[in-house]
């Protein structure tokens, strides 16, 4: 058998362990996010931000404000829901590789190089409650709070797709469906989300 045959197959054999672990991690995401409405709020809440900025008239502008406030809280609840029923799996299911390479095992291979996911949806759903807007702000501080609750949104879909995917593939879908860089929402978080969440995945910038 030729060199270039053993390649092929070896090339095979590590596209199909790859994607087998892939839908493993997906299924495992898809297994504790089906209880909740996580998905279906955040859409809710990254769209309404949106609308809300575009009204004119305060009052139209006020009512979409609490309407979203309603939709913050509830999101923290499921939210807190969905990470404390991925907290229940085990180590070794939930590693995630910080390795450039999206090779498979890579994660149980070198697991010095990895960062535990249970411990980010737990980052996540604390940065997520701390980005809920109290009653009673003025309309700049209320947007403000809206940028910041945008951020965290993305970074966290950002983790949830480097888990199921790779980290690479993660960022590109940040770019295609949000048209930003993983670097600017990492920017846009609270300060305090984005020093643990460095910390957590060994990134010492």
Request: hydrophobic share 45%; aromatic share 8%; net charge positive.
């Amino acid at each position: 058998m030729s060199g270039l045959s053993w390649i092929l197959i070896i090339g095979a054999g590590i596209f199909w362990l790859q994607t087998n672990e892939q839908r493993r991690r997906m299924g495992l995401l898809a297994k504790h996010l089906a209880p909740t409405r996580v998905e279906k709020i955040l859409g809710t809440l990254i769209d309404g931000y949106l609308k809300a900025l575009e009204f004119q008239d305060p009052e139209r502008q006020q009512h979409a404000w609490n309407a979203l406030g309603r939709q913050e809280q509830e999101l923290v609840e499921h939210f807190q829901r969905f990470a404390d029923g991925f907290a229940t799996e085990s180590a070794e299911a939930t590693r995630v590789s910080t390795l450039p390479l999206g090779l498979p095992l890579l994660d149980r291979i070198l697991p010095a190089y990895t960062f535990d996911m249970r411990q980010a949806l737990a980052l996540h759903a604390q940065a997520i409650r701390a980005a809920c807007a109290p009653e009673g702000l003025d309309a700049a501080a209320r947007r403000d709070f809206a940028f910041t609750m945008t951020a965290e949104l993305l970074l966290m879909q950002h983790t949830c797709h480097w888990f199921g995917k790779t980290r690479t593939i993660a960022s590109i879908r940040l770019v295609t469906r949000h048209k930003t860089q993983y670097e600017q929402v990492l920017a846009s978080v609270a300060p305090t989300t984005r020093r643990a969440y460095l910390k957590l995945i060994g990134d010492s910038n």
